[in-house]
Nanobody, 124 residues
Framework: QVQLVESGGGLVQAGGSLRLSCAAS????????MGWFRQAPGKERELVAA?????????YYSEPVKGRFTISRDNAKNTVYLQMNNLKPEDTAVYYC????????????????WGQGTQVTVSS
């Protein structure tokens, strides 16, 4: 079965950086678009970044993270990354990795497989 395992979360001061990783198994990774979602307490889960399975590797970023976060993938390692720079307290959330067969998925429902999440806490 598909397994997505996130790592790299933690506590960081505002302005700092973290790099999240998501190791995938049980799927043909290069055929899946990958996304990073986050969910803060009392808020809905939201897509923050996605990268397509297509050869162009097109990416998407939500407005709050554009210019600060970078999503990338290594198909040889079946891993997707989220580099987060200039972190802000409002970035505090549980971050989830997800996989989709769609070429440019955006909706939560387009992602069929999910990781267990990793906590990111940004102190002010």
């Amino acid at each position: 079965q598909v397994q997505l395992v996130e790592s790299g979360g933690g506590l960081v001061q505002a302005g700092g950086s973290l790099r999240l990783s998501c190791a995938a198994s049980g799927l043909t990774f290069r055929r899946y678009s990958m996304g990073w979602f986050r969910q803060a307490p009392g808020k809905e889960r939201e897509l923050v970044a996605a990268i397509s399975w297509s050869s162009s590797g097109s990416t998407y970023y939500s407005e709050p993270v554009k210019g600060r976060f970078t999503i990338s993938r290594d198909n040889a390692k079946n891993t997707v990354y989220l580099q987060m720079n200039n972190l802000k307290p409002e970035d505090t959330a549980v971050y989830y990795c997800a996989a989709s067969l769609s070429i440019n998925p955006r909706a939560t429902g387009a992602f069929g497989s999910w990781g267990q999440g990793t906590q990111v806490t940004v102190s002010s």
